[in-house]
Structures are given as C-alpha cells and as structure tokens.
C-alpha cells in the first residue's frame, strides 16, 4: 500500500495505491486481486474488496468502480449507481464516495483540489492518455470551479519504459498526433519503448499543473509486488488487478 506524500498532509481525504499484498486470494491471484474481470474466486476478490473498504474507511456499498473500456470517458458521480458505468474517470465533491481504479500495467491518476474539496480518478493506458482523459477531467474540474494553481495530480505506479515495448505502427500514431512525441519513445537493439509515466506528465505540464507527484514504481517489475498484464501475458496466463481508490471523510 503507497501513499501520496502531496495527499497525506490533508486529514479529510483518505486514500491509497494497493499493491498484491494482504489479501486471500491464491495461486496467480495471490493476494489482494481485486478486479472482477479476473478468473479469480469471485468471494475472495469480494473478501479483498472488504480488507480494502477497512484500510480506506468506507461502507462496500460506497465504493464507486467502473467497468473500465480504455476511453476518455468520466462522470460526476454524486451517488454511487447500481450498475456499473462505462468509462475510464469518475469526479466527485461528496464525502464518504470512494473512487476507485484497477490497474494491471496502466496508470491510476488522482487529481485533488484541496480548496474546493473535490477529488478524481483516471484508469490511464496508453489509449486513454492518447484520448487525452486526465487533460479533460482537470478542464472539467475548472469548469466546475476549481483552478489549476490549487490542484494536486499523482501519477501512481505503473510500467516502466524499459518494459513497455512497442511496435512501429505505435511510435507513428504518436508521432502523427504531433512531433514532440518522438521524446517518449527510445530505440534500442531496433526494439521500441514507451514511456507512459512521462507522457501523462507531460500533459499536465502542457495545462501548467505545477503540483504534480510521480510515484515511480515499476508494475512489471515482480519485486515490487503489483499485478501486471504484461508480465503474466508473457506466461500466457491469467492476472489480478491492483485497486487504487481515494476517498473524501
């Protein structure tokens, strides 16, 4: 479990970045697996859920997940739904809704407004970050009243460059949407790497959010402990999926 250094000075929000320790699931879904989507046991990724609501402090029934498509789409939840919605952010200003994300490679974003209280979350592969979802959250959030130099924006754990390979065809969707990209890209061997971590950061240095938190740990790696889809493709097999949710008290 990884905390915002920037989120934690602030009492009235709790929240966290889970890594695959603490929970009951077994075999490739040990521990704390929490993603529905998974071949896991679905009563342990419930029990899972349950060890997450406690750490956090919400009721089950609070918690807001969504049945993430790789898009740029996000609400303004004001209560939590019955069915799950389609899409990748969610925004809210009510206390006691956790938002969360799952994630297996791709980045969980946060963004916080501490003045307006208002908080939101991302799901952020490479699909969604090219759809632009976090620069339309925090354009969403000004429209609504928040302004820039007040927000807190915390890129979670995620791959890293040096495992996220990619094809040519990739590289030169990037670089049609605009030049600048070629410096997320590195060739090495004639092998292609993708650096989303810093391609999402460099949006939000493109909007001039200031107050920006990277926290670089590698979810390919396994020594760090985090779910990747990338790593248990490689073993032809399924995977979990790390939670990362924050919530208003």
């Known amino acids: 479990m990884i905390k915002s250094k920037k989120i934690s ?5 709790s929240h966290a970045f889970f890594d695959r320790k603490g929970g009951v699931s077994k075999g490739i879904y040990k521990s704390l697996n929490c ?10 990724i419930y029990k899972n859920l349950n060890i997450v609501s406690k750490k956090i402090g919400f009721k089950k029934k609070n918690l807001f997940l969504l049945h993430q498509v790789h898009s740029s789409k996000f609400f303004v939840i004001k209560n939590v739904p019955k069915k799950k919605l389609k899409g990748d952010g969610a925004i809210t200003y009510k206390k006691n809704i956790a938002l969360g994300i799952l994630t297996a490679d791709c980045a969980p974003v946060f963004i916080f407004d501490p003045t307006k209280k208002a908080i939101a979350v991302a799901h952020v592969g490479w699909k969604g970050a090219y759809k632009k979802i976090v620069t339309k959250i925090i354009k969403k959030l000004i429209y609504l009243g928040s302004q820039k130099k007040n927000l807190i924006v915390v890129i979670g754990p995620c791959i890293a460059q040096e495992n996220y390979e990619v094809q040519n065809n990739f590289r030169i969707k990037f670089l049609n949407k605009s030049k600048n990209n070629k410096k997320y890209f590195k060739i090495i061997k004639n092998r292609i790497y993708f650096n989303l971590r810093d391609y999402i950061d460099g949006q939000l240095k493109n909007l001039r959010i200031k107050n920006i938190e990277i926290i670089k740990k590698n979810t390919y790696n396994g020594k760090n402990n985090f779910f990747s889809s990338r790593r248990s493709k490689k073993n032809n ?7 990362s949710v924050i919530m208003i008290k």
């Open 35 to 44: 993603g529905l989507g998974s071949k896991d046991k679905k009563s342990n």
């Open 237 to 243: 097999h399924d995977y979990g999926r790390n939670i």
């Open 9 to 13: 000075q602030y009492r009235f929000i």
